[in-house]
């Protein structure tokens, strides 16, 4: 298992004037080996963009970001990433698209087949394998999505508000899901949401950005309440009415709320 | 703009299409202009008809279309297999877009016919000049389609593929190109369109055999009627490629448009 | 021509659109990046040329001139003439006829498919003789118009008009059913008879699908002068084209490509002027 250390990052994008726009300043930030760290903030503040450099799929302007120690500079299979538009590659079945970094890496057939069926059992898919992704639902391609990161063991995932398209009620599904998921498999995981709730709910520690430019604002533990009350064994609306839960949500929502602004 | 009954519509069109046999034959018969400049259309069938047997400027009219499909084959095939890939690349890598792009804009702004002296210079006027001079007319479209195509998908995908390890060709392979189908077909079908014009100007000027020869060679006896057979057979095995590569957009739409 | 629909596709994915990664490895110059590099790569050829050609001679002169050969034969077309008349002459032959059979095919062209497109008897009655004549490329045309009218200007003309008339039909056709009908229908409600409705909605509305075959049109002009020029000629530069193949002049041949090309470049530079003044409204 690997780490990520953001060190001193900083983003600024060319604009058309011939100017900069300072999209990140001066973040730096270890998520630790095995750590489920939450990332929110306002619509602005850089969330997507800390996770592409950590993919590799952006550079920082100024700082490093290390996956295991290693500067990245480009997108390698120790990474995956999961899109909040899901991704999957249309003309691909359930079956082609979760197989499909399996058979980059050059994996025989059959171990293929065994990881492809493995993670169908997970998401409870099974029997979709040879559908095409319009034939699903929102839920179930995101379901296809996650699998298929899971799918070449990445040291590292990267979920950019994966549940983000999907409604409230198979967003909560989901949630649950993804617990399980990532109890029974941990792995070093930088999640970004606009949902505190989510947040709180499936994370060690919540990361708060504030924006112009976007910066470090505070980073809240949920780890110590979360293995205190036993979250992991809860079902999500038996926590979320936890009066513990309820005050680490109130917490963040406030650090966000400072900073929002009318036109979001 | 009312619109038409369905009766009124189709009556018009069978008065458009007898209309217009009408006035060629009318014409042709009226002894307006002389009989050896236009035959009529009952003529041009005829002479249709014998050319599929008899033999004129070395074979007969089936062997002569055969030579021409033959060529317009390779020389499709060749501006597709050369045009798409690079259409692909050229989409995916700014590098080699900034590259090529100069360059492809020069050269396209050269009519493909006036490849044919340097493609009989470099690959003779049997079978590799004509291709060459296809291949010219062929490409451009097949290329600015796929590059088109690559440029539209989505990046997300792409990224996708990439973030799960895939190489460069595989993207080119597995993602760009299923993602452009659409767009190469239609390039496709515009390609071969050219491609038949382009190989009936280079069979014109610079070929021994083959459908364009067939009207040149009656153009230079004098013979209207042949070269009108010989457009006949033009139009209608350009019309067949059209339809086909059509039908072949149409299914490719449906069946990987609505990604 | 790619630039409009790029922006739809990011505008439509919430995320921070990325631009390719090799444009952000290079340094930013005054000049553009693209610019640079397009620069740099016509320049590559040009050395790439003169190396083949002089530095190494591995591509023989009878096959591709060298730089030196082809600044020769430029002289010589310049000041002598090749093929019975100089650069001017030959280039002013051509470029006459193609803007004539142009002319011709646009002045009956586009009023065709006006009509065509505005009223549905038209189009039932004419459509036939188009589907049937369609499939024939315009190149097909040429033996039948030497044999009709000669080698001379005259079946030059012919052809080129042949050529060019189906592209500004087809495109003005399209162009006006494509004109929104809720505009036809407001001029209509604000009174406006059927002359004012042709010139101030259709016509207006149909610009920009008439320029496009306008400029169909001009390039299938092109192609169709100089097939027909090599065919049988006395003056043009496809005459140019085929006397240097005949007497094996690579470099004459290469001047008369470039000339074909620089001539199909400006023509097609001015049909996009006189679009952008005539519809100012598109961007
Ligand atoms: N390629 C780019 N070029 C220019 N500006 C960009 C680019 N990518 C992002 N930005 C800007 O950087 C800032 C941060 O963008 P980013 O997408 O990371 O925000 P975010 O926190 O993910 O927002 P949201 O919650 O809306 O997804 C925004 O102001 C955005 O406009
Ligand atoms: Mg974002």
Redesign the pocket.
């Known amino acids: 298992m690997k780490d990520i250390r953001f060190e001193g990052i900083g983003k600024a994008?060319p604009t058309r004037g011939g100017g900069q726009?300072v999209?990140l300043d001066d973040v730096t930030l270890t998520v630790a080996e095995r750590e489920f760290v939450a990332v929110v903030?306002p619509?602005?503040?850089?969330?997507?963009?800390l996770m592409r450099m950590a993919a590799g799929l952006d550079h920082p302007t100024s700082g490093q970001v290390a996956v295991g120690g290693k500067r990245v500079t480009a997108p390698g299979p120790d990474r995956a990433v999961v899109f909040q538009q899901f991704a999957l590659f249309p003309w691909k079945t359930v079956r082609e698209n979760i197989a499909f970094g399996l058979r980059c890496q050059g994996a025989p057939r059959a171990k293929q087949d065994e990881v492809v069926a493995r993670y169908l059992r997970l998401m409870n898919m099974e029997g979709t394998e040879d559908r095409y992704p319009h034939q699903l639902s929102g839920g179930m391609q995101q379901r296809v999505a996650i699998a298929r990161s899971y799918a070449i063991e990445p040291d590292v995932l990267l979920m950019d508000e994966p549940f983000g398209a999907l409604d409230a009620q198979t967003r909560t599904v989901m949630q649950e899901e993804l617990v399980r998921l990532t109890r029974r498999e941990p792995r070093t995981t930088l999640f970004i949401t606009?949902a505190v709730e989510e947040a709180v709910y499936l994370s060690d520690r919540v990361v708060v950005l504030a924006r112009d430019p976007?910066r470090l604002r505070e980073i809240v533990d949920i780890r110590p309440t979360r293995i205190a009350e036993g979250w992991d064994e809860m079902a999500i609306d038996a926590v979320m009415d936890l009066p513990s839960f309820t005050h680490l949500r109130t917490h963040v929502w406030r650090l966000l709320r400072d900073q929002i602004r009318p036109d979001d | 703009m009312a619109q038409l009954s369905p009766l009124e519509r189709w009556v018009l069109t069978l008065l458009g299409t007898i209309g217009f046999f009408a006035i060629w034959q009318g014409v042709a018969a009226s002894g307006l202009v002389s009989h050896n400049a236009l035959p009529t259309p009952a003529e041009v069938l005829a002479t249709a008809w014998q050319l599929s047997f008899e033999p004129f400027a070395g074979h007969t009219l089936l062997q002569h279309l055969a030579a021409s499909l033959g060529r317009f084959a390779m020389g499709f095939g060749l501006a597709a297999l050369v045009g798409v890939p690079l259409g692909l690349a050229m989409g995916r890598w700014r590098l080699l877009d900034d590259i090529v792009s100069p360059i492809f804009e020069m050269l396209r702004f050269v009519a493909p016919l006036a490849w044919v002296p340097f493609a009989a210079l470099w690959f003779g006027t049997g079978i590799g000049g004509p291709v060459m001079v296809i291949f010219a007319g062929a490409l451009p479209p097949c290329l600015i389609n796929a590059y088109r195509g690559a440029k539209l998908v989505e990046p997300r995908i792409v990224e996708a593929a990439q973030v799960l390890g895939a190489s460069g060709p595989r993207i080119m392979a597995e993602v760009l190109l299923p993602g452009s189908l659409p767009s190469i077909v239609a390039g496709l079908r515009v390609s071969a369109g050219l491609a038949w014009q382009s190989l009936i100007g280079a069979e014109l000027i610079v070929a021994s055999a083959g459908i364009g020869y067939v009207m040149v060679q009656a153009q230079s006896n004098l013979a209207p009627s042949i070269v009108m057979a010989g457009m006949l057979a033009v139009g209608v095995i350009g019309l067949a490629l059209d339809v086909a590569l059509r039908r072949t957009e149409t299914l490719v739409k449906a069946r990987w448009g609505q990604a | 021509m790619s630039a409009p629909d790029l922006s739809v596709q990011r505008r439509a994915d919430?995320?921070?659109?990325?631009?390719p990664r090799a444009a952000r490895r290079l340094p930013r110059f005054g000049i553009g990046r693209r610019t640079l590099v397009g620069a740099l790569s016509l320049l590559g050829l040009l050395v790439l040329w003169w190396v083949l050609t002089t530095g190494t001679g591995l591509v023989a002169p009878y096959r591709f001139p060298s730089p030196a050969e082809f600044r020769g034969a430029l002289d010589q077309f310049v000041t002598d003439g090749y093929a019975g008349g100089t650069l001017w002459v030959q280039a002013w032959h051509s470029t006459r006829l193609v803007l004539m059979g142009f002319a011709v095919a646009v002045v009956t062209g586009v009023p065709l498919g006006l009509l065509m497109g505005v009223s549905p008897r038209a189009e039932a009655l004419l459509n036939p003789a188009f589907l049937l004549v369609r499939p024939i490329p315009p190149l097909a045309w040429i033996p039948l118009a030497i044999v009709w009218l000669g080698l001379g200007d005259a079946a030059k003309v012919l052809v080129i008009w042949f050529a060019a008339f189906v592209p500004s039909v087809i495109n003005t056709w399209t162009g006006v059913r494509g004109v929104d009908r809720t505009l036809i229908a407001a001029a209509r409600v604000h009174g406006a008879g059927s002359r004012r409705l042709l010139t101030e909605v259709i016509i207006p509305g149909a610009l920009p699908m008439i320029f496009t075959g306008l400029r169909l049109s001009l390039q299938a002009s092109w192609t169709t002068l100089v097939a027909a020029e090599l065919v049988g000629a006395f003056f043009g530069l496809g005459r140019v084209l085929d006397a240097a193949y005949r007497d094996i002049n690579p470099a004459m041949i290469t001047v008369a490509m470039v000339a074909v090309g620089i001539l199909g470049a400006a023509t097609t530079r001015l049909l996009g002027e006189a679009e952008r003044r005539l519809i100012p409204w598109r961007s």
């Open positions: 994008f726009f999209a903030g619509s602005g503040s850089g969330k997507t963009t606009h976007g | 919430a995320g921070a659109p990325a631009p």
